[in-house]
């Protein structure tokens, strides 16, 4: 079986940091492409970063350039996402999936969501 989890949420203070992590399992993780997005309370979701299956490229939403770093460790068969600066607009709950077409990160295109996790930032 497919499978992604998210995990690494939590309530933090704003400017402070955190690492998300995303378990893979049931599939050959390096093949695929992985997207990390967001969804705050009553907004839709939103596209936050890629990183192709390899983990040679990667790439970001505009607006989050510079705060965000995501990576993966295909041994391990996971993905991380680093946030610093935290900013109460950051608060959301935080979802991984699939991305079949790399270039192509709206969440209509993921073919498998993970289950979230929730972080909150606190002003």
């Known amino acids: 079986e497919v499978q992604l989890q998210a995990s690494g949420g939590g309530l933090v203070q704003a400017g402070g940091s955190l690492s998300l992590s995303c378990a893979a399992s049931g599939f050959t993780v390096d093949d695929y492409n992985i997207g990390w997005f967001r969804q705050a309370p009553g907004k839709e979701r939103d596209f936050v970063a890629a990183i192709r299956g390899s983990g040679s490229t990667s790439y970001y939403a505009d607006s989050l350039q510079g705060r965000f770093t995501i990576s993966r460790d295909n041994t391990k068969k996971m993905l991380y996402l680093e946030i610093h600066s935290l900013k109460p607009e950051d608060t959301a709950i935080y979802y991984c999936?699939?991305?079949?077409?790399?270039?192509?990160?709206?969440?209509?295109?993921?073919?498998?969501w993970g289950q979230g996790t929730q972080v909150t930032v606190s002003s």
């Open positions: 999936g699939f991305l079949p077409n790399y270039n192509d990160n709206r969440p209509s295109t993921v073919v498998s």
